[in-house]
């Protein structure tokens, strides 16, 4: 039957004969016996050519594709079948089903078509599985479903029925599949369509299921709940026969699902062959028992059912559970199943429960025990009357209960509602016995394991896949790890799970680095058996003696010592700049001791090898760094001078984890090896990634103490209630008249705000100007203003206040009056929208409003602090009350310090300069004795002597006023008391025209006077305290009123924090979507409770979730953990109420068409559509934007010299070639950015470019050349994009990733890719579709020059085409010779007007002339040359893209700088530009080992470009340094070694490391497409090496400038 369907299917569908089929790979079966035997798999996608020639792709051109230009023929049951059976089979291969989803079978074919009389398993078995793959690949996958939702019930239906029982039509394999079909429905449950279809099998009909006496006996207990289970009788009676046994249907559903787990379970042997299918869906059972306990709505009721059914006896009496291996994640899973069904919540409830309660009702159940043993079981009388110390522990009831027969033993768990009654089923002893313990035993404190638990991993958890996967996580598999959904039982359990996967997370980032730091110091076995290292590595050091030097008592009720140091030491006898880091050591930094055992006598190694098989970590323990020992033993402190050491010898003294040694020692005490002795190895981090120790702890501290959020946000933040409760407008307090201070520029701009609202004043016309005070009324759209005049401030031109220039749409101003009323804000804003002055006006707004109050403000990077810092600084607030702590302070574009101790200073300063003021003032006023030596002298003089003045001068004026004849205006300059003081302030001071104004100038007088006495009040705390500590904690926990910090900083301080008395009323938080659940959570909580309440007032979250999310290294943490999803994407898919900012002001119009469609209403400011610089054309292109494809070039598209390191190299040319172009027009490099989506295409173009135009200022460097992740916050004019992939989309099939890939541009966006791959992608239409309004291949108009008077949306008059990469290297070669003969000529002209010579003046060399097929054959052969040639051998790639070498002897192998002689002229294919010749390397180094294991480039999956390090900005091409160029190439192996050069990386926080860094430069050609001239045998390397300064000067050549003239831009 499926021959004929094939047969036929294939007739309609055949479009090329002898097609290639690739299904049934090997690679996609899963029927290994042993997990251990399945590799790591990578490299799933198909590639272009087996696309295009598959059935699968043939069948979709036929029936539904829809870029396909076949006719489509209709729809047929037979090709779903077909596809099923033939394509698919039973075994689900991921590249079919990734063909089928990319195609978009389910969209086009598959739903749409979908009815009652179609039902089939084909059917509802290929619509599962397409759903299964788009949440493995976390694109969206309900939107089809919303569009046509009239056939969702029966669907669901259509699923309930295959899996509620053994179902013959559907193997084990598929009901697994239907399994996570089902885990991914209860993990949407925010999905209203999702949600009615699933909630009923989780509701309270499932009690039905119970044990009928243990049913009655919760019913009886509970009367609410009894009411309720009436209530859902008797509406049940209502129900028609259909709809009574669907509902039957849903209330049965989950524990016919236990009783098929069970009946699974039962199958598998003790030992021998098991089926990894009966595996697999035991594991996926157990997944979602853990999904459904973990969210109160699906807990309430389904942990009654878990435990009834007694599921955790039976998987522990299993025999899977037995298997140490097969069972392994089987054992961790059920784990998890045990803590969530004795976690501390009320489930029907849903409160918190504490330790106290969890013990009452520990030893309600022991009494009830007794209870039934007294009346019914005279042998346990001994039980009965026992206290409960005696019994409620494991061995105890263990001795007690095992006398009893089984019919007795089943008697006693009938009578405690565990078990049916005797008779009904029968059950061994062994589970009985179980069943009674595991119930009554107490449980042991989860905050006593948390405490307990070392922080620092061991060699057992870092290497184990189960716990800390690897980098190459596909999504497939089910892991046993904690997941970040939209709710959480209580806050507890928000902590414990952002505990763990915090905790992995590192881990894996650790097992990373000492993955790297061992291979590169190579051990060896020695011939004394004794391992030795060969190699070096600068984060690690052989260790030369290791001893313990204390073990501290035990503090009072805890068995572990209080503290256990020991004492390092080690040869630092390295090069200089790698023992400074060593010598850099502080304390609080954490090491890690490793005990390294080789495996080999060789010390060989091979990267591309699994780690464990080459070496082996015996032992891996943490420490902190206490300090250094002086040469007498005494630990250095930090702050004083660091001693003077004879030889490279050093002690290093550290804390050892407590509890780790607790543990080793007891094994120890039982024969096991000491640990301690053992360790040959310490090896540091990068400081940047080095504070996870500092941020568990704080985390841990958090769940040991009263984690107090704000009432109004406790219920959205754990996912419950309304989510719209917390917003302004619901808060009891909120602000009915706001004063908006000058958010409004004027009355015009204030009445665009509120268009179509009823607007009341009472002020005429003429006096309505700004600022004004808003009443907003509750009827609706109406309002009151209040115009006001702000006080004068003083006759000083700085005592004018700042003002606000910006004029804010009507949605910005909702979210400011948001902003400033209490509750939780939340502004969605889009690129270009305005985020920052928003946030900044709120702040001010607040600061204004409410000048007690004290606001926090929260970033994810010390760049948008900075720049959010920056433009608060920038408005009138005071800059005494402004903060920002952390180490990118530096940072800031500013001469002030705004630190801790810099604003100390600044107050000092300025207290010295207000008490000269006061002297000026008292000796204006003739006034005797020293009144400026204090402030608190300074009060006394402004009491006593100022006023008094001011009151006399006051009085004056009133008794004058009450005479017949008033006050006149010269009453007011005749008796104003401080004339002289005011001597040097624009005169006159007083206008002398009317009695108001000049009493008003004198009031701001006074204020003037008045506000140094305040200011010097404020002070008098610095006089009182003498330390610059006592000051600083003074100035942040009074003085501040806004504090500004990052939240890596919140989470490190934290503790100091809460122990200083920190207190804060506000939070502001921006990129609050790229700030994970625990960093945002953190920063809410850095004060302690005050009575029981957090005094949190506001909530601020300002951020974009359609942009990047927070950055996660493993791919199992983002993708099944959903670790990347941040509180404020989190709350957004709660239903959060949030503004949209909807005006932007970015883009050109084009431009924003190709990512406006992603929000609700995103439109344009009128500076877009009015503003020349928008208007015009972009000179030298015929559009705006362009999507330029772009073909193999060599027969090569993308490459992978290692693991997602992905490069093109005629992408990298194209755009390079297009940056020079543009440079050759008179583009600005500044304006010019190139962007990609992998950071091997980074490392590529950066390579290309520095090839192509670094030597040369004609083009020099761009402005910028990074990822798109790493851009995202960052704009420039021109962006030049290149996509990389060719065989598959990747990762920016993620739209997030795309809508930030297309806003950053403002003027002009030219994207490089492959056209048929990405726009037949269906989650990229939108803006693809707007690409492919323009042509493909590239338009030009080289007649053009920067800038241009040509309207944009009109075409040239002469245009030229390129086809294809070549041809564009082509006319860029001619166009820049063109260029500078033109340029030349207008040089002669100028210098015979001004009479200077060529000889005297010479600014253009002439380039030299070739023969036309001399030139032709010059491009074809630099496009022909690689620029890296790989073979097999691994190479390391590290962040930067520099290779280095760990050994220092050998000399680096040097690339030499041809010259410019005529013998070399057929090589260079622009004069004027050194180009470097790749020597032909000898066989050694074809053999060397090199290294591929730095963590910051190994991403997994597609998220390659996840960086840990800040992105250099490239200098200006006119900056002589960046013209010099590094000739050395440094490779590490056996044979050839050389030097590692260092780079200098700024850490989050602001502190400096040194970096190893390295550069590949891909595959350019097979050895068949090298020219006849080359050595085919020989393969050549090109590292670009950043050098350190300190080896700038000997591994570099300086370019001569005078050799090439000035650039475009000087000439002009």
């Not at 700088?1457 to 020597?1479: C, G, V």
Request: aromatic letters at 10%.
């Amino acid at each position: 039957r499926i021959q004929i369907l094939f047969e036929h299917c294939m007739e309609v569908a055949e479009s090329n004969q002898g097609a290639k089929h690739f299904y049934n790979q090997s690679e996609d079966v899963h029927d290994d016996n042993s997990r251990s035997k399945q590799k790591p798999r990578k490299n799933l996608a198909p590639t272009v050519q087996e696309i295009h020639s598959d059935a699968i792709t043939r069948l979709a051109n036929t029936y539904w594709a829809p870029h396909s230009t076949t006719p489509k023929k209709e729809f047929s049951e037979k090709v779903i079948e077909l596809i099923y059976y033939k394509e698919i089979g039973h075994k689900f291969p991921m590249r079919r089903v990734m063909l089928l989803e990319f195609s978009q079978y389910l969209e086009l074919y598959l739903w749409p078509n979908f009815t009652p009389a179609r039902i089939s398993p084909a059917y509802v078995m290929s619509i599962v599985m397409i759903i299964n793959e788009k949440f493995r690949q976390k694109v969206p996958v309900w939107k089809v479903f919303r569009e046509n939702s009239t056939q969702v019930p029966l669907f669901f239906h259509a699923v309930k029925e295959a899996l509620k029982d053994i179902n013959e039509q559907f193997s084990l394999k598929e009901q697994t599949v239907l399994l996570v079909f089902l885990i991914h429905c209860f993990n949407s449950l925010e999905e209203d369509i999702v949600r009615q279809h699933v909630q009923h099998t989780v509701s309270l009909g499932i009690w039905r299921c119970l044990i009928p006496s243990h049913l009655e006996s919760l019913l009886e207990s509970n009367p609410r709940l009894k009411k309720r289970w009436q209530s859902l009788e008797k509406n049940e009676v209502k129900l028609g026969a259909r709809e009574r046994r669907l509902r039957q249907l849903d209330y049965q559903f989950l524990n016919k699902m236990i009783l098929k787990y069970f009946a699974v379970l039962e199958e598998i042997p003790a030992e021998g062959f098991v089926t990894m299918e009966e595996v697999h869906f035991c594991e996926r059972f157990l997944e979602l028992c853990v999904d459904l306990q973990a969210q109160l709505p699906t807990r309430r009721f389904f942990n009654t059912l878990l435990l009834d059914s007694q599921l955790i006896v039976y998987s522990k009496q299993s025999n899977l559970y037995k298997r140490p291996q097969e069972g392994h994640l089987f054992t961790e899973l059920l784990k998890m199943v045990v803590f969530y069904s004795k976690f501390e919540i009320d489930d029907l409830e849903g409160t918190a429960l504490d330790e106290s309660e969890m013990l009452s009702a520990h030893y309600e159940q022991i009494l009830n025990l007794q209870k039934q043993c007294f009346a019914h079981f005279p042998e346990l009388e001994e039980l009965s009357l026992a206290n409960v110390g005696q019994v409620d522990n494991r061995d105890s009831l263990m001795s007690y209960l095992k006398s009893l027969n089984n019919k007795r033993l089943h008697d006693l768990a009938s009578h405690l509602h565990l078990l049916e009654p005797y008779g009904e089923c029968k059950y061994k002893s062994s589970f009985i016995l179980e069943v009674l313990v595991s119930y009554h035993e107490r449980r042991q404190s989860q905050m006593d394991e948390i405490n307990s638990m070392p922080l620092y991993p061991t060699e057992q958890v870092l290497w184990d896949e189960n716990i800390v996967p690897n980098e190459y996580f596909s999504g497939e598999g089910c892991l046993a790890l904690p997941k970040l959904n939209l709710q959480f039982l209580t806050l507890h359990d928000y902590l414990l799970r952002n505990f763990n996967l915090f905790r992995l997370e590192t881990m894996y980032e650790i097992r990373q680095d000492v993955e790297d730091a061992v291979l590169r110091l190579s051990p060896f076995l020695a011939s004394d058996s004794s391992t030795q290292f060969s190699g070096w590595a600068r984060m690690a050091l052989p260790i030369a003696r290791f001893a313990i030097v204390e073990v501290a008592k035990p503090h009072v009720g805890e068995n572990h010592p209080s503290r256990v140091r020991a004492d390092i030491t080690i040869n630092i006898d390295i090069r200089n700049t790698i023992a400074t880091e060593w010598d850099s050591l502080r304390k609080h930094d954490v090491c890690f001791l490793l005990t390294i055992e080789a495996l080999s006598t060789s010390p060989k190694y091979s990267p591309r090898k699994p780690f464990l098989e080459q070496v082996r970590v015996k032992y891996i323990r943490g420490c902190e760094v206490e300090g250094y020992l002086d040469e007498e033993g005494r630990v250095v402190m930090e702050g004083f001078e660091k001693p003077k050491y004879k030889n490279k010898m050093r002690t290093v003294r550290v804390y050892l984890d407590v509890n780790q040694y607790q543990g080793d020692m007891e094994k120890t005490i039982k024969g096991s090896e000491d640990v301690y002795e053992t360790f040959n190895i310490i090896m540091r981090r990068k400081p940047k990634e080095n504070n996870f120790k500092a941020v568990l702890e704080t985390i841990r501290d958090m769940m040991n103490t009263e984690c107090v959020v704000p009432s109004w946000l406790h219920d959205i933040f754990l996912g419950y209630g309304d989510p719209g409760n917390a917003h302004y407008s619901k808060m009891p307090d909120n602000i009915k008249t706001i004063d908006f201070n000058d958010t409004f520029l004027n009355s015009e701009h204030l009445l665009e705000t509120f268009l179509g609202y009823n607007i009341k004043c009472d002020k005429e016309p003429e006096k309505q100007v700004k600022p004004f005070k808003i009443s907003f009324f509750e009827k609706g759209a109406e309002i009151e203003v209040i115009p006001y005049t702000l006080p004068n401030p003083g006759p000083y031109p700085y005592n004018k206040p700042k003002e606000n220039a910006v004029k804010f749409t009507p949605t910005q101003i909702e979210a400011i009056k948001a902003g400033c009323n209490p509750g939780l804000t939340m502004v969605v804003g889009p690129p270009g929208t305005g985020k920052t002055d928003v946030a900044v006006q709120i702040i001010n707004n607040i600061y204004h409003n409410f000048p007690q109050q004290r606001t926090l403000v929260v970033t994810h990077s010390n760049q948008a602090l900075n720049q959010l810092f920056e433009k608060i600084m920038a408005l009138d607030i005071d800059e005494r009350h402004l903060l920002r702590l952390g180490h990118g302070e530096e940072g800031l574009v500013t001469d002030k310090d705004f630190s801790k101790y810099g604003r100390v200073n600044y107050i000092l300063a300025h207290r010295l300069a207000l008490l000269e003021e006061v002297g000026r003032l008292q000796k204006s006023l003739g006034v005797q004795g020293e009144v400026t030596y204090t402030c608190e002298t300074a009060g006394y003089f402004n009491l006593y002597q100022v006023k008094s003045r001011w009151q006399e001068f006051m009085k004056r004026l009133k008794n004058i006023g009450e005479s017949p004849d008033g006050n006149t205006s010269s009453d007011v300059k005749e008796y104003f008391p401080f004339h002289v003081y005011f001597s040097n302030a624009p005169q006159p001071v007083f206008k002398g025209e009317l009695y108001e104004e000049d009493l008003d100038i004198a009031y701001g007088c006074y204020r003037h006077i008045q506000k140094i006495f305040d200011q010097l009040e404020e002070f008098r705390a610095f006089e009182l305290m003498r330390s610059g500590l006592d000051r600083a904690n003074y100035l942040l926990v009074k003085e501040a009123k806004i504090i500004a910090m990052t939240c890596t900083h919140a989470a490190l301080t934290r503790r100091n924090l809460v122990k200083l008395g920190f207190r804060y009323d506000n939070i502001l938080m921006e990129e609050a979507a790229q700030i994970l659940e625990i960093e945002t959570f953190i920063p809410l909580l850095l004060q302690e409770p005050v009575d029981g309440h957090n005094r949190l007032k506001r909530v601020i979250l300002i951020g974009d979730h359609h942009q990047l999310p927070p950055v996660i290294k493993n791919m199992a943490f983002q993708k099944y953990s959903n670790m990347e999803q941040s509180l404020f994407t989190r709350f957004i898919r709660l239903g959060v109420p949030a503004i949209e900012l909807d005006k932007q002001g970015r883009s050109r119009e084009s431009l924003a068409n190709l990512y406006n469609w992603r929000y609700k209403k995103l439109g344009n400011l009128s500076h877009v559509l009015e503003n020349p610089e928008y208007l015009t054309a972009n000179p030298g292109f015929s559009f705006d934007f362009q999507m330029i494809n772009v073909e193999d070039f060599n027969g090569i598209g993308e490459s992978e010299p290692n693991p997602y390191f992905y490069q093109n190299l005629a992408e990298a040319e194209y755009a390079v070639a297009v940056y020079m172009y543009m440079r050759l027009l008179g583009y600005p490099a500044q304006n010019i950015t190139i962007l990609t989506t992998y950071n091997g295409q980074k490392h590529l173009i950066r390579d290309v470019v520095k090839q192509r135009c670094g030597d040369n200022p004609v083009f020099g460097f761009p402005s910028t050349i990074t990822t798109v992740d790493r851009y995202q916050g960052s704009q420039n004019d021109y962006i030049l994009l290149s996509l990389v992939r060719t065989k598959a989309v990747g990762h920016f099939r993620d739209v997030r990733r795309l809508i930030v890939a297309m806003s950053r541009a403002r003027l002009g966006l030219y994207v490089f890719g492959r056209v048929r791959e990405f726009a037949n992608c269906y989650e990229l239409t939108p803006a693809f579709n707007q690409l492919l309004l323009h042509p493909t291949d590239l338009h030009l108009c080289p007649g053009e020059l920067y800038p241009t008077n040509r309207q944009a949306g009109t075409l040239p008059k002469k245009g030229k085409i390129i086809k294809d990469m070549p041809e564009m290297s082509k006319f860029v070669y001619d166009f820049y010779y063109d260029t500078i003969e033109r340029l030349m000529k207008e040089q002669e002209k100028l210098d015979k007007s001004i009479g200077v010579t060529k000889a005297k003046k010479k600014i253009i060399e002439k380039p030299v002339e070739e023969d036309p097929e001399v030139k032709e054959k010059n491009i074809q052969k630099m496009l022909d040359q690689p620029f890296i040639s790989f073979d097999d051998a691994a190479i390391d790639v590290h962040e930067d893209g520099a290779s280095g070498s760990e050994d220092e002897e050998e000399t680096p192998i040097k690339i030499i700088t041809k010259s410019s002689t005529d013998a070399d002229k057929e090589f260079e294919p622009f004069p004027h530009i050194k180009y470097e010749e790749l020597e032909e390397t000898n066989e050694k180094m074809l053999d060397a080992k090199l290294d591929v294991t730095d963590d910051s480039e190994k991403k997994s999956g597609d998220d390659n470009e996840l960086e840990t390090d800040k992105e250099s900005q490239i200098a200006s091409p006119m900056d002589e340094d960046m013209v010099a160029k590094s000739n050395t190439i440094d490779v590490e192996g056996k044979d050839s070694k050389s030097e590692k050069d260092n780079v200098t990386a700024e850490t989050e926080d602001g502190t400096e490391c040194e970096e190893e860094t390295m550069a590949v430069c891909p595959t350019a050609g097979s050895k068949d497409e090298t020219t006849p001239d080359e050595n085919s045998q020989v393969k050549t390397l090109e590292m670009s090496v950043k050098s350190s300064d300190a080896n700038e000067e000997k591994d570099s050549d300086s370019a001569d400038d005078d050799d090439f003239g000035p650039s475009l831009d000087m000439m002009e």
